[in-house]
């Protein structure tokens, strides 16, 4: 008899223990007999730069799952990571069945808010032929699209906040104990992750690697500006405007700075 696998695709930026009780939820309900995290290191829907490093995403959900009511049945998966880029799921899928479809039925788990854009995957009614997915709820977003195609999972663990809530908690130096497990607040809290500082470090790196996409400079720029300092952040919009010269918000940014300081320095801009 084949192993059942689910398959619970997402960026985990980071992983938190809404994820965890959704995976455990799983388990008890015995609608798998494994569940692996499918680690997407580059989302076709999401800017990369604004995604934490691959590995960094899978060390935290790492710690997370060992730290969960059932380690050996829940772990997190690199296989996106050796695939093309970006990672489409059923690329991913064809991969996986290719590999291990002899041992392994594969099944797939995902949020209602992701549901609501199935239909812009690739290949997406391959994928609702060929497998079967199981839809957890989120607020603010109703099971409409193919709905009489996969099974809702109206009991499973509701969860009030997102990985994006997390981040800026961690960006505004929040105690993190409620929403990640003791390990992840504490690498979190270690690796200075979302903070101003921390990101300038990575912008920064990427940057000094040859990277020289005005979307860098601007985020770059946006912290800069969180941290006052005035004269680095017009620098970044200024760089960015220069590697493109059509991008609006770089030239929105670059003149707000600049309405701030002839307010606070009107002596010096308008003397």
């Not at 997190?76 to 064809?94: A, N």
């Not at 590999?99 to 391959?126: H, L, V």
Request: include cysteine.
């Amino acid at each position: 008899m084949k192993k059942r696998m689910l398959l619970y695709f997402g960026s985990f930026d980071p992983i938190h223990n809404g994820h965890i009780a959704l995976a455990e939820y799983a388990l008890e309900r015995n609608l798998a007999d494994e569940v692996a995290l499918i680690i997407s290191p580059q989302n076709p829907f999401k800017t990369d730069v604004l995604q934490t490093p691959e590995y960094t995403r899978y060390e935290m959900a790492e710690m997370a799952t060992k730290e969960s009511r059932f380690p050996q049945q829940i772990k997190p998966s690199v296989v996106e990571f050796v695939l093309e880029k970006p990672s489409y799921t059923i690329k991913t899928l064809d991969y996986l069945k290719e590999t291990c479809g002899d041992e392994m039925e594969f099944s797939i788990i995902t949020g209602s808010d992701i549901w609501a854009r199935f239909d812009e995957w690739k290949d997406y009614e391959r994928i609702l032929n060929e497998y079967k997915i199981y839809v957890y709820p989120r607020k603010g977003y109703e099971v409409e699209k193919f709905a009489d195609r996969v099974t809702l999972l109206s009991d499973a663990p509701y969860v009030e906040f997102s990985s994006t809530e997390v981040r800026e908690r961690a960006e505004r130096g929040e105690d993190l104990s409620a929403y990640v497990s003791p390990s992840v607040a504490e690498y979190i809290k270690n690796n200075q992750l979302w903070t101003t500082a921390g990101n300038i470090v990575r912008l920064t790196s990427m940057i000094k690697a040859g990277d020289e996409r005005a979307l860098l400079y601007i985020e770059r720029g946006k912290c800069f500006y969180r941290r006052n300092e005035w004269g680095k952040a017009i620098n970044d919009f200024n760089h960015a405007m220069k590697l493109d010269p059509e991008n609006e918000e770089a030239r929105q940014l670059h003149d707000m700075i600049y309405e701030i300081l002839s307010f606070r320095y009107k002596d010096i801009y308008n003397p």
